[in-house]
C-alpha cells in the first residue's frame, strides 16, 4: 500500500469528522467542541497539504535531483506542526475569552455522543496509519497521524469537561479543559517540526538502525579487513550509508571487487533500499579527505615552530 492511500483515507477521515464536530458544538454551544472543531479543520488542510508534497516525494531522482526528491516530506512534517500550533494558539484564545465570561451549554449527552463517534472515527486512522508509516518508514505518514492522535486527545479531554459541567455546575471547567488540552497539542507541534528541522539537516540514522548496520559490518570485519569513517544519513524515506573499506593491497582488484560487493549486498538485505556507497582503500591508506582534515586540526605537526615573522619590503 502507498503513501497517498494512507492520506487520502485520512483526508476523507477528516472530513467527515469536522462535519460532526461542528454538529456537536452546534447542538451545545460548547466552546470546547468548537475548539475541537477548529483542530479538525487544520487537520483537513495538512492532509491535503501532505497529500500533495508525498506527490514531489515520490517523484524519481532526476538530472537535477540525483538523490531524488524526498526530502519534501519533511516540509510537510514542518507545515503539520506549524498548523497545530496555530489551532492550539486559537483554542487558547477562545477558551480564554469563555473562561472571563462563562457561558451555560445545552444538549451535553447528545453532543458528547456525536463528538465520542469523530474521536473513534480518527483514533482507528491514526492507529492504522502509524503502522504504515513504520512499515514505509514515512515521516509524512507519521506526522500526519501523530496529528490526528493529539486530535483524539483534544476530544478526549473536550467530552470530559463538558460532561462534567452540567453535573458540577461549573462553567469554567469547559474553557479549563480546553486550555489543558493546547499546552498539549503546543508540545507536539514543536515535537513536529524539530523532526522537520532535524531531517533537512541530514540527521544520522536512528540509533537502532546503526547497531544493525555495525553487526553487518561486524560479520565482515578481520585482520584483512577493517571499516571506518562510517556515515549515515536520513532524507524521507530513504537510507544513506557511506565508508571505507580497507584491505591487503596485494589482494587483486577482482577479489576487493568481491568484497565491496558481498559488504554492499549484507547492508541493503538489513535495510532494503539504502544507498550504500564503499571507498576501497589499502591497510594502510586513507582518502586524501582524510588527509586534508587532519593537516587543517594540526595533529599531523611535528612541533610547534611559529612561521618566521612577516617583514615589510623596505
Not at 468548537?34 to 488542510?45: G, P, Q, R, T
Not at 495538512?46 to 524519481?60: D, G, H, Q, T, Y
Not at 451555560?104 to 456525536?114: H, T
Not at 591497510?283 to 582534515?293: D, I, M, Y
Request: glycine letters at 6%.
Amino acid at each position: 500500500m502507498q503513501a497517498r492511500t494512507y492520506l487520502r483515507a485520512s483526508l476523507f477521515a477528516a472530513l467527515v469528522v469536522i462535519s460532526l464536530k461542528l454538529l456537536a458544538w452546534k447542538v451545545t454551544g460548547s466552546v470546547g467542541f468548537l475548539s475541537d472543531a477548529m483542530e479538525s479543520i487544520v487537520n483537513v488542510a495538512a492532509a491535503a497539504f501532505a497529500l500533495f508534497i508525498v506527490r514531489i516525494a515520490e517523484a524519481p531522482p532526476d538530472a537535477d535531483h540525483p538523490f531524488g526528491h524526498t526530502k519534501a516530506e519533511y516540509f510537510s512534517s514542518g507545515a503539520e506542526g506549524l498548523l497545530i500550533g496555530v489551532a492550539a494558539a486559537l483554542i487558547l484564545v477562545e477558551a480564554g475569552q469563555r473562561l472571563t465570561q462563562p457561558q451555560p451549554i445545552s444538549a451535553v449527552p447528545l453532543g458528547a455522543a456525536i463528538s465520542a463517534l469523530a474521536t473513534a472515527i480518527n483514533l482507528g486512522v491514526a492507529l492504522w496509519m502509524l503502522r504504515g508509516a513504520k512499515r514505509l518508514r514515512s515521516i509524512v505518514i507519521e506526522a500526519d497521524a501523530r496529528h490526528l492522535m493529539t486530535d483524539v486527545w483534544t476530544s478526549v479531554g473536550v467530552i470530559i469537561g463538558v460532561l462534567l459541567v452540567p453535573v458540577t455546575g461549573w462553567l469554567w471547567l469547559d474553557p479549563v479543559i480546553g486550555i489543558i488540552v493546547a499546552l498539549h497539542i503546543l508540545r507536539e507541534a514543536f515535537s513536529l517540526v524539530k523532526r522537520s528541522v532535524d531531517g533537512l539537516m541530514d540527521k544520522s540514522m536512528t540509533d537502532a538502525d546503526l547497531a544493525e548496520l555495525q553487526t553487518v559490518l561486524d560479520r565482515f570485519r578481520s585482520k584483512d579487513m577493517r571499516f571506518d569513517h562510517v556515515r549515515t544519513r536520513v532524507a524521507g524515506t530513504r537510507r544513506f550509508v557511506s565508508m571505507h573499506l580497507h584491505m591487503p593491497g596485494q589482494w587483486s582488484l577482482q577479489r576487493a571487487a568481491n568484497c565491496r560487493y558481498s559488504v554492499e549486498k549484507a547492508l541493503i538485505d538489513a535495510h532494503p533500499g539504502m544507498a550504500v556507497t564503499i571507498e576501497m582503500l589499502t591497510a594502510g591508506q586513507e582518502s586524501l579527505q582524510e588527509e586534508n582534515e587532519q593537516a587543517h586540526s594540526g595533529r599531523e605537526q611535528d612541533d610547534c615552530t611559529p612561521n618566521p615573522p612577516h617583514r615589510a619590503p623596505e
